[in-house]
């Protein structure tokens, strides 16, 4: 029998991926994906037609979503996983990030076009199409328009913290974040640690040690940008806070071409002890799964 995967960590259409959530689910099922995941940036609205979908092709769907949280050393990222879509108050706040990234986009354009490029909002709106509009939007439309070779020239020159036209967007802090996804039943992980070189170690130890007690439950061991050495670093992280631990690809569709749902760069093994860790942990929680 082929073997199947456990995917925690994919972004659809709703936010910066390039699948719909039909079709992600669609591309799951193909690749043998079992459980998946969806994790948009500061959105619900992919949830309900991926359960649906899920639902009518036999993939179990873990409605989620990834919040940024910004720390002192540039943002983290964190999972919200098996939340409800309805969620008050988390879509009352993403509603609100998702307008404090419209403002940040807007300058971003803005600065562009004080550096001489032909590109407008508008531009950007309609490439997206989406709920939660993000960087990679205003790439592609560079990309589109032949003013970057990759997408991800776009970013190094233009976009990433440090490039020509970057701004920064209003997060929450990194217990607002945890409060907010625990108040609305999630369980939380926080996303691909090992890639945030600038956070020193010890203050990342001590961060967690913080979050702790406030609910956090996992951390994001399993990556397409983990090496094996960063793999067991956020295991010895967890083993040493006792939290569980989380997996996923990251996956974009074409919006990073490289990563391949389930599998990553290709090396990508969900176990699957990870779920049924969170699961067993969810039901000691008496939290539905
Ligand atoms: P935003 O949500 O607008 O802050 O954009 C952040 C998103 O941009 C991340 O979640 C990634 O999907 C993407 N991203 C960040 N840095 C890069 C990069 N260097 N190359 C390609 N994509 C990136
Ligand atoms: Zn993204
Ligand atoms: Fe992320
Ligand atoms: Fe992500």
Redesign the pocket.
Known sequence: MARTYIDLHT?STA??GSDSPRELVLHAQKHNVTTLAITD??TTAGLTEAIETGKEVGVTIVPGC?L?VQTPYG?L?ILGLWLTPEAPKLNQAMKELRQH?AS??QIIVQNLQNLGFDITYDEVLALAGSS????????RVMLNKGFVPE??T???QY??DGGVAYAP?KVLSPEEGVALLKEEGATVSIAHLAIHRKHPPEWIDDLIGSLRPLGLDALEAYHSEHSAKDVRRVVGLAKKHNLLLTGGS?Y?GE??PHISIGRGRGSLYVPPFVLEELIALRQKQGLPV
């Open positions: 972004h936010s910066d940036h500061d990834e940024a943002e990222h990234r940040r986009n939660s509009v993000g960087r990679p939007h205003i790439a997408i991800r776009a970013f190094t976009l990433a967007k990251d974009h919006a990073k």
